[in-house]
Nanobody, 118 residues
Framework: QVHVVESGGGLVQPGGSLRLSCAVS????????MAWYRQAPGASRMQREW??????????TYANSVKGRFTASRDNAINTMYLQMTNLHPDDTGVYYC?????????WGQGTQVTVSS
C-alpha cells in the first residue's frame, strides 16, 4: 500500500503565505512525478486545477496562475514534496491535493484545506 498525506493548510489573510507538505510512505519504488492540484469550492474532482509538477529529474513546471508566487520542491530522501505559497489571493482558496505517479499509477492524498480570507 501507498499512503499520501498532505498537511500545512489553514486560514490565511490575503497576501499571506503558507507551506504545504506531501509525504509519501508505504510500498515506494521510484517516484516518477509529484504534483499539486487544487479543487476550488463547489468544483468536482474532475475540475481539479493542476498547479505544479516536479519530475524525477527535478524538472519543475507551474501553471500560469501560480507562477512567481508558488514554489515547489522535493526531498527525495524522505519522499516528501513541498509547496511554498506566497502572496495568496482569495481565489487560491480550495482543497490542495498531492498526486504521486509511481509504477504507472496515480496515488492521491485526502487533501488539505487552504482558505484565503480577511
Amino acid at each position: 500500500q501507498v499512503h499520501v498525506v498532505e498537511s500545512g493548510g489553514g486560514l490565511v489573510q490575503p497576501g499571506g503565505s503558507l507551506r504545504l507538505s506531501c509525504a509519501v510512505s508505504g510500498d515506494i519504488t521510484t517516484i516518477y512525478l509529484m504534483a499539486w492540484y487544487r479543487q476550488a469550492p463547489g468544483a468536482s474532482r474532475m475540475q481539479r486545477e493542476w498547479l505544479t509538477s516536479i519530475a524525477s529529474e527535478d524538472y519543475t513546471t507551474y501553471a500560469n496562475s501560480v507562477k512567481g508566487r508558488f514554489t515547489a520542491s522535493r526531498d527525495n530522501a524522505i519522499n516528501t514534496m513541498y509547496l511554498q505559497m506566497t502572496n495568496l489571493h482569495p481565489d487560491d482558496t480550495g482543497v490542495y491535493y498531492c498526486d504521486v505517479l509511481m509504477r504507472g499509477e496515480d496515488y492521491w492524498g485526502q487533501g488539505t484545506q487552504v482558505t484565503v480570507s480577511s
